[in-house]
């Protein structure tokens, strides 16, 4: 053993650039091959992807460095955007509504202007409309009416959303209210 080394050993040279071999008197190392991208333990890394691929990273687009040895950012998506195949991609149309959950939603909801997001427009005790929005009320809260048959009246949703059943009148219904029998 010369000065430390086992021969026939590997390492990388300082500059992680090349690969060494300790000499077979132990005296020294020799470079024997050079890595394109990079050295470590002894060994040159392999190529980690093709030159000019595209992937997504962390709303980011991620480019394949010519020598094919590592992703380099390229350019970033919005902030809550996708990223799909190396392309950044909207969620929504700019401008388009929807209600949420979808249905009769509770939620009223309208696309950024950026297109990567959906924002809340309106909160619907009503009930909502993926086009016009939250269903307007019909009613004054806790009003009440007559029905059409003028023997009951209707009582309207706490929150205005509709006429409901409140009750019949023996002797017929005025102003949203029974009649008192004579």
């Given at each position: 053993?010369?000065?430390?080394?086992?021969?026939?050993?590997?390492?990388?040279?300082?500059?992680?650039?090349?690969?060494?071999?300790?000499?077979?008197?132990?005296?020294?190392?020799?470079?024997?091959?050079?890595?394109?991208?990079?050295?470590?333990?002894?060994?040159?890394?392999?190529?980690?992807?093709?030159?000019?691929?595209?992937?997504?990273?962390?709303?980011?687009?991620?480019?394949?460095?010519?020598?094919?040895?590592?992703?380099?950012?390229?350019?970033?998506?919005?902030?809550?955007?996708?990223?799909?195949?190396?392309?950044?991609?909207?969620?929504?149309?700019?401008?388009?509504?929807?209600?949420?959950?979808?249905?009769?939603?509770?939620?009223?909801?309208?696309?950024?202007?950026?297109?990567?997001?959906?924002?809340?427009?309106?909160?619907?005790?009503?009930?909502?409309n993926n086009k016009t929005g939250c269903s307007k009320p019909v009613c004054k809260p806790n009003t009440k009416?007559?029905?059409?048959?003028?023997?009951?009246?209707?009582?309207?949703?706490?929150?205005?959303?509709?006429?409901?059943?409140?009750?019949?009148?023996?002797?017929?219904?005025?102003?949203?209210?029974?009649?008192?029998?004579?």
């Amino acid at each position: 053993m010369g000065d430390g080394c086992v021969p026939g050993q590997k390492r990388c040279d300082k500059s992680s650039s090349h690969v060494q071999q300790c000499r077979t008197d132990g005296c020294g190392w020799d470079t024997i091959g050079s890595c394109a991208c990079g050295c470590a333990g002894g060994k040159c890394r392999g190529k980690v992807c093709k030159a000019g691929a595209r992937k997504c990273g962390s709303y980011a687009i991620l480019e394949c460095t010519a020598d094919g040895c590592g992703w380099k950012k390229v350019s970033s998506c919005l902030r809550y955007c996708t990223c799909s195949l190396g392309v950044c991609k909207k969620l929504c149309t700019p401008g388009a509504t929807k209600c949420h959950p979808p249905g009769a939603g509770k939620w009223f909801m309208k696309c950024r202007s950026d297109g990567c997001r959906w924002n809340t427009a309106g909160n619907c005790a009503c009930g909502c409309n993926n086009k016009t929005g939250c269903s307007k009320p019909v009613c004054k809260p806790n009003t009440k009416k007559c029905d059409d048959s003028g023997k009951g009246y209707l009582e309207c949703h706490p929150f205005g959303c509709r006429w409901m059943p409140g009750g019949q009148c023996t002797c017929g219904c005025a102003n949203g209210t029974c009649k008192p029998c004579p």
